[in-house]
């Protein structure tokens, strides 16, 4: 029972402000998430885990120029957040949100089968869910159930709005999304966070365990993997590119062809955050944990050989 209060409680401030942002405006919302979290977000412990992923990614990178990108990531992070309360009107039809490429999401809905949309955590990720359902593709979007069960089902409702159909697979979930594709449904997932018990690939030139779902379930399922991406532009406005399909090989190695169809899908992302680092979620531990450990080890030697500053 004490659980229970403390999730509502939770819930009725989660509301709160989500019907505080809703009141402000997108613009001004944006805005206040943005000030917030660049305001906030250098001063916690995570800024820590942001300083070394950019040092891992761009390890040529002045040390000037890494702390003028933590601080903008931040600032849109923030913002990200905050436009959640307001993602009916970042829409197509709402006029902040221009396609390229529109015309492969149309193909894949008049094919009638299922495909794998894949992408990275970019810019205002969720803007790409409203573009897919613009375009009319039958499409089941993967996330993260939230901790609290009634936060969980605000942020589906929110969600609802623009027509996302959620979907929260237990364990990898690839039985319930392999349902999915049987039906026709295609499905629409974030590839690169960590994850554990995935095949190791490169990321920055650095190994990382990705997942290998999008990969098995093309295969299996003959789809398309149709990448896409979001840019964030001036004045809360995004440019959402559905990108040339990425090829699995097939051969009588299907562990090697699904490895290369998660090195494929990793490389577009990486591609894309080269182009946009700051549009980027840097806050979270995307290699293993021996990566940063050798990162802290060449941190140490370097100021040994320089000595006190």
Same mark, same amino acid.
């Given at each position: 029972m004490r659980q229970d209060l403390i999730w509502r409680? !939770?819930?009725?401030?989660?509301? #709160?402000?989500?019907?505080?942002?809703?009141? %402000?405006?997108?613009?001004?919302?944006?805005?206040?998430?943005?000030?917030?979290?660049?305001?906030?977000?250098?001063?916690?412990?995570?800024?820590?885990?942001?300083m070394r992923n950019l040092r891992i990614a761009f390890p040529d990178m002045t040390d000037a120029r890494r702390e003028a990108l933590a601080l903008e990531q931040w600032d849109r992070t923030g913002r990200t957040f905050a436009e959640l309360a307001v993602m009916d009107q970042l829409t197509p039809e709402g006029g902040r949100v221009e396609v390229v490429g529109m015309e492969r999401l149309h193909a894949l809905r008049d094919s009638g089968k299922a495909a794998v949309l894949i992408s990275g955590h970019l810019a205002n990720f969720e803007v790409m869910a409203a573009v897919?359902?613009?375009?009319?593709?039958?499409? !089941?979007?993967?996330?993260?159930? #939230?901790?609290?069960?009634?936060?969980?089902? %605000?942020?589906?409702q929110s969600r609802e709005r623009y027509g996302i159909r959620l979907f929260a697979p237990k364990g990898d979930g690839t039985r319930?999304?392999?349902?999915?594709?049987?039906?026709?449904?295609?499905?629409?997932?974030?590839?690169?966070q960590k994850y554990n018990?995935?095949?190791?690939?490169?990321?920055?030139?650095?190994?990382?365990?990705?997942?290998?779902?999008?990969a098995r379930l093309a295969l299996k399922f003959g789809a398309v993997i149709q990448p896409l991406s979001v840019v964030r532009l001036p004045g809360v406005r995004f440019r959402v590119t559905a990108h040339e399909p990425i090829m699995i090989p097939e051969t009588a190695d299907k562990a090697a062809d699904v490895l290369a169809g998660v090195q494929a899908v990793n490389r577009f992302v990486e591609d894309r955050v080269r182009e946009v680092p700051e549009d980027w979620f840097w806050v979270h531990r995307r290699w293993p944990d021996r990566v940063y450990a050798a990162l802290g080890d060449r941190l140490e030697s370097a100021a040994r050989r320089n000595g006190p500053a």
């Open positions: 409680l !939770q819930a009725v401030a989660f509301q #709160a402000l989500f019907s505080f942002l809703r009141l %402000l405006g997108v613009e001004r919302a944006s805005g206040l998430g943005g000030w917030l979290l660049r305001t906030l977000g250098p001063k916690t412990g995570t800024q820590k885990t942001v897919i359902m613009a375009s009319g593709l039958p499409c !089941q979007v993967t996330y993260r159930a #939230a901790n609290n069960p009634y936060v969980d089902a %605000l942020i589906r319930e999304l392999m349902a999915g594709m049987k039906r026709g449904d295609s499905i629409a997932l974030l590839v690169d018990q995935g095949p190791e690939v490169e990321f920055f030139g650095q190994p990382v365990n990705a997942s290998p779902g999008a």
